[in-house]
């Protein structure tokens, strides 16, 4: 139990297909962050909500829509996939995206999406 | 853009062996953060380190900050198959509180 769930935990969608992401976080934290991990790449960065504002789009394409209806929440709303689109996708949420020379902190990350597009 | 090295990428070891994973950056690091992945798991959070020089230790992992903090490593004492996993490093630097992720290590133990 990390305080951060996320579901679906496996989809698989057609490319034309319209699904959504969600995650939630029971740690009281005010920052969330979309994170895509395949294999052999770093975690990539795709959106940071800071009080539930959008803080960083990280030149994601439009077919990835985010949305932080609070602090609490955040989805990930995908229509027209491409198949390299396929991973696992992390959310994660911190205390803050810190400030004032302090790091972000610690992630709390969700047990991912695995998300298969064919 | 700015790019943290994490080697090696993989390493096998026997169980009780010593295991040792660094990340190398070009530029002065704020900070830098470690994390475990389980396979088929998420990123658990391990450490921070803030100060130059910095050691910390958690049971048998050894964590350190290079003195330029431009350096990282994390050592594992006599491993055990538990330590299995994916071993991610992750920086921020200058007033960019962007995490950069290394490509991680993953560590197999053979019992």
């Known amino acids: 139990e990390t305080g951060v769930t996320q579901t679906p935990r496996h989809l698989v969608m057609g490319m034309t297909n319209k699904k959504s992401l969600k995650c939630e976080q029971h740690l009281g934290h005010n920052a969330m962050y979309w994170y895509k991990q395949s294999a052999k790449k770093p975690l990539e960065l795709m959106f940071v909500y800071n009080f539930k504002e959008q803080t960083e789009n990280n030149s994601v394409p439009s077919r990835f829509s985010p949305e932080c209806p609070n602090s609490s929440h955040l989805f990930l709303h995908l229509h027209t996939l491409q198949p390299e689109d396929s991973a696992l996708y992390l959310c994660?949420?911190?205390?803050?995206?810190?400030?004032?020379?302090?790091?972000?902190?610690?992630?709390?990350f969700g047990e991912g999406s695995r998300l298969t597009v064919l | 853009g700015q790019q943290v090295m994490q080697i090696p990428q993989y390493q096998h070891v026997q169980e009780g062996e010593d295991f040792t994973t660094y990340c190398n950056s070009s530029t002065t690091l704020s900070n830098i953060q470690w994390y475990k992945q389980r396979p088929g798991g998420h990123p658990v959070f391990l450490i921070q380190?803030?100060?130059s020089g910095e050691v910390k230790k958690q049971k048998r992992l050894t964590f350190q900050f290079g003195e330029a903090k431009k350096n990282s490593s994390l050592h594992i004492t006599a491993t055990q198959t538990t330590d299995v996993g994916t071993y991610f490093c992750a920086a921020e630097a200058g007033n960019n509180r962007k995490l950069i992720w290394g490509l991680g290590t993953s560590l197999a133990v053979n019992p």
């Open positions: 994660a949420s911190s205390q803050d995206t810190g400030g004032s020379g302090r790091g972000t902190g610690e992630l709390f």
């Open positions: 380190l803030v100060k």
